[in-house]
T-cell receptor, first 111, second 116 residues
Framework: GENVEQHPSTLSVQEGDSAVIKCTYS??????FPWYKQELGKGPQLIID?????GEKKDQRIAVTLNKTAKHFSLHITETQPEDSAVYFC??????????FGAGTRLFVKA | SAVISQKPSRDICQRGTSLTIQCQVD?????MFWYRQQPGQSLTLIAT?????????ESGFVIDKFPISRPNLTFSTLTVSNMSPEDSSIYLC?????????????FGEGSRLTVL
């Protein structure tokens, strides 16, 4: 079955700097890659996603890149702000209804 | 989008007891998903609940321990039976935005269980 690995587990950046979180997946049939943000005491919420027919997608300060050959995808957050502090999960989905999540990255943005 | 309400939001339970978590969605959905999130960990799918049929459990999860009901298209319950401290987790209800391969998941705010 699918396995998603995520790095780093913890990331601390200064406000205004960029943050990058990387994930790899194992199932070459996976073709949907969402990223979720989980704030303290809340459920995860989708912030951006990418499908396998696209290499890059951007939404304001966040972007996601996908390398299907290497089975890598990454989340890039520019101009980080304290409210970006949260746990971020990458995920992968192949055919069917099951979404597999990475282990999560705890992002701290220092003011 | 979907708005998901879960009850209870948190509870402290005694070892050996059972607790039922309720999940209410503001729209009709075919599939509902129950996830477990152990402290500081990722989300692990427990089971998929379809209305009118038995839930489908993932490896490592069994119906006797986590019975699920799905009486209609907007509601589901998950029971954590005969609890032990290892069951202390956040339990999350989720629904999908679409069918097939793509589509985001919407999550409730979770039910945080502490088992003493």
């Amino acid at each position: 079955g699918e396995n998603v690995e995520q790095h780093p587990s913890t990331l601390s950046v200064q406000e205004g700097d960029s943050a990058v979180i990387k994930c790899t997946y194992s199932d070459s049939a996976s073709n949907y890659f969402p990223w979720y943000k989980q704030e303290l005491g809340k459920g995860p919420q989708l912030i951006i996603d990418i499908r396998s027919n696209v290499g890059e997608k951007k939404d304001q300060r966040i972007a996601v890149t996908l390398n299907k050959t290497a089975k890598h995808f990454s989340l890039h957050i520019t101009e980080t702000q304290p409210e970006d502090s949260a746990v971020y999960f990458c995920a992968a989905k192949a055919g069917g209804f099951k979404t597999i999540f990475g282990a999560g990255t705890r992002l701290f943005v220092k003011a | 989008s979907a708005v998901i309400s879960q009850k209870p939001s948190r509870d402290i339970c005694q070892r050996g007891t059972s607790l039922t978590i309720q999940c209410q969605v503001d729209s009709q959905v075919t599939m509902m998903f129950w996830y477990r999130q152990q402290p500081g960990q990722s989300l692990t799918l427990i089971a998929t609940a379809n209305q009118g049929s038995e839930a489908t459990y993932e490896s490592g999860f069994v119906i006797d321990k986590f019975p699920i009901s799905r009486p209609n298209l907007t509601f589901s319950t998950l029971t954590v039976s005969n609890m032990s401290p290892e069951d202390s987790s956040i339990y999350l209800c989720s629904v999908g935005a679409g069918t097939g391969v793509t589509g985001e998941l919407f999550f409730g705010e979770g039910s945080r269980l502490t088992v003493l």
